[in-house]
């Protein structure tokens, strides 16, 4: 299901701080389209990537492949390359908008970090066809990141999105996860304000993950809109950090 759009819609994590893991140790921003505070360790390649189907009176209204290569800088600096590689809708398929984004990421304790991610997309999605927005647009959301006890994870998202569009929106997130072994649990709570981007957005997302490998992690789950003429969605993804490239 992720795409990090710059209509981010939620965020969720599954891992603990990459300061206490292994550099091979999958860290996903999936299930969602938002993100945590976390980086890949630096010379290392993790690939997310899903299927998803979503819309308002049908689950075959429209369908993605949504993908994110991400390559870790330095400790503090991530780079990303993001969006749906194939998406179908109404109007006909062909890729979507493709874009680039940046984390700029920091510790606050052991258990607490911040980050900050500029992201923009180009118009590379056939507007005729519903896949793109046919301009630029940009975003900046900014995270914050924390483990509690009980094997408890929250994300705090907040920033604006559809920049370059108009009026932008406002995109909110709260996401909590579980994650006491293998397999875990993650609840999130999002909205994002109306904007020349984009209608109004809020819905609730639920998902099962599933870690088969350190380097390999699953998940499957859904989004029920709360808005009115939200689109409620269906998803299946796969995260692997594939190692060491430079």
Same mark, same amino acid.
């Given at each position: 299901?992720?795409?990090?759009?710059?209509?981010?819609?939620?965020?969720?994590?599954?891992?603990?701080?990459?300061?206490?893991?292994?550099?091979?140790?999958?860290?996903?921003?999936?299930?969602?389209?938002?993100?945590?505070?976390?980086?890949?360790?630096?010379?290392?390649?993790?690939?997310?990537?899903?299927?998803?189907?979503?819309?308002?009176?049908?689950?075959?209204?429209?369908?993605?492949?949504?993908?994110?290569?991400?390559? *870790?800088?330095?400790?503090?600096?991530?780079?990303?390359?993001?969006?749906?590689?194939?998406?179908?809708?109404?109007? *006909?398929?062909?890729?979507?908008?493709?874009?680039?984004?940046?984390?700029?990421?920091?510790?606050?304790?052991?258990?607490?970090?911040?980050?900050?991610?500029?992201?923009?997309?180009?118009?590379?999605?056939?507007?005729?066809?519903?896949?793109?927005?046919?301009?630029?647009?940009?975003?900046?959301?900014?995270?914050?990141?924390?483990?509690?006890?009980?094997?408890?994870?929250?994300?705090?998202?907040?920033?604006?999105?559809?920049?370059?569009?108009?009026?932008?929106?406002?995109?909110?997130? #709260?996401?909590?996860?579980? #994650?006491?072994?293998?397999?875990?649990?993650?609840?999130?709570?999002?909205?994002?304000?109306?904007?020349?981007?984009?209608?109004?957005?809020? *819905?609730?997302?639920?998902?099962?993950?599933?870690?088969?490998?350190?380097?390999?992690?699953?998940?499957?789950?859904?989004?029920?809109?709360?808005?009115?003429?939200?689109?409620?969605?269906?998803?299946?993804?796969?995260?692997?950090?594939?190692?060491?490239?430079?």
């Amino acid at each position: 299901m992720r795409t990090r759009s710059v209509i981010p819609l939620t965020c969720a994590v599954l891992a603990a701080p990459v300061s206490a893991q292994s550099p091979r140790e999958a860290n996903p921003e999936r299930p969602t389209y938002a993100t945590h505070a976390y980086a890949v360790a630096p010379g290392y390649l993790e690939v997310e990537q899903g299927l998803s189907a979503r819309g308002v009176s049908s689950y075959a209204d429209g369908t993605s492949w949504d993908v994110a290569v991400k390559v *870790g800088v330095t400790p503090n600096l991530q780079a990303e390359v993001f969006g749906p590689f194939y998406a179908r809708g109404a109007g *006909g398929g062909g890729v979507g908008d493709l874009g680039l984004a940046l984390k700029v990421r920091g510790d606050l304790s052991r258990r607490v970090a911040i980050a900050l991610v500029p992201a923009v997309t180009a118009p590379t999605g056939s507007g005729a066809k519903g896949l793109g927005a046919g301009r630029a647009l940009g975003a900046a959301t900014a995270v914050l990141s924390a483990d509690l006890p009980a094997s408890l994870h929250v994300d705090l998202n907040a920033g604006p999105a559809g920049v370059g569009a108009g009026t932008p929106q406002w995109f909110f997130s #709260s996401s909590w996860s579980w #994650s006491p072994g293998r397999l875990g649990l993650t609840a999130e709570c999002f909205a994002y304000t109306p904007g020349a981007a984009g209608p109004r957005f809020e *819905g609730i997302l639920g998902a099962f993950t599933a870690r088969v490998a350190p380097w390999v992690v699953l998940d499957a789950g859904g989004v029920r809109r709360i808005a009115s003429g939200s689109p409620n969605s269906l998803f299946v993804g796969l995260t692997t950090n594939l190692g060491r490239v430079f």
